[in-house]
């Protein structure tokens, strides 16, 4: 958790916290992925989603859902922080090797494509003046719509939902 002081009068304590970090990758093959669920399942939390075409494993610890594709791509989501991400690819990394789909010396990489935190401001937020302050150009509030501020900085590559609590996604 990080934690952020204000300097201001009030000091208000405001904290950040990593709640969810999403990887892809591949493993450079095609995957029958029916018969794949059928040997790994007696050891392992494993469905095939015939609506999303995919196998999805579940990991417990740490906590993860893997979905794969017949393509040999796959999604891991669900890690709390990137050591644990490492962890589900050594699990899938063991799987995968011992069930020769992938050779030993085939490293398994999974890039990180989104970190989700959470974070509170401590205090409730007037939206219509967050909105004012930020820019319209670079935030949407419609609240009939949603009830939460969308603001997505210039020059970086992510948004941040802010709810007049003052919680927020970023």
């Given at each position: 958790?990080?934690?952020?002081?204000?300097?201001?009068?009030?000091?208000?304590?405001?904290?950040?916290?990593?709640?969810?970090v999403?990887?892809?990758?591949?493993?450079?093959?095609?995957?029958?992925?029916?018969?794949?669920?059928?040997?790994?399942?007696?050891?392992?939390?494993a469905?095939?989603?015939?609506?999303?075409?995919?196998?999805?494993?579940?990991?417990?610890?740490?906590?993860?859902?893997?979905?794969m594709?017949t393509?040999?791509?796959?999604?891991?989501a669900?890690?709390?922080?990137?050591?644990?991400?490492?962890?589900?690819?050594?699990?899938?990394?063991?799987?995968?090797?011992?069930?020769?789909?992938?050779?030993?010396?085939?490293?398994l990489?999974?890039d990180?494509?989104n970190?989700?935190?959470?974070?509170?401001l401590?205090?409730?937020?007037?939206?219509n003046?967050?909105?004012?302050?930020?820019?319209?150009?670079?935030?949407?509030?419609?609240?009939?719509?949603?009830?939460?501020?969308?603001?997505?900085?210039?020059?970086h590559?992510?948004?941040?939902?802010?709810?007049?609590?003052?919680?927020?996604?970023i």
């Amino acid at each position: 958790i990080i934690r952020v002081t204000s300097a201001k009068k009030h000091h208000i304590t405001r904290s950040m916290e990593l709640v969810n970090v999403v990887a892809s990758g591949t493993i450079g093959r095609e995957l029958e992925l029916r018969a794949f669920c059928d040997d790994i399942s007696p050891d392992i939390d494993a469905t095939y989603n015939t609506r999303m075409n995919a196998l999805v494993i579940k990991f417990d610890s740490p906590s993860a859902t893997v979905m794969m594709y017949t393509s040999g791509n796959l999604i891991v989501a669900g890690c709390e922080n990137p050591p644990s991400l490492d962890r589900v690819q050594e699990h899938l990394q063991e799987i995968l090797s011992s069930r020769e789909i992938i050779s030993d010396e085939f490293e398994l990489g999974l890039d990180i494509n989104n970190m989700v935190y959470t974070a509170d401001l401590g205090r409730s937020v007037d939206q219509n003046k967050l909105v004012s302050k930020l820019g319209y150009e670079c935030t949407q509030y419609e609240p009939e719509q949603n009830s939460f501020v969308v603001y997505r900085p210039s020059g970086h590559s992510c948004s941040v939902t802010i709810s007049s609590s003052g919680k927020s996604v970023i």
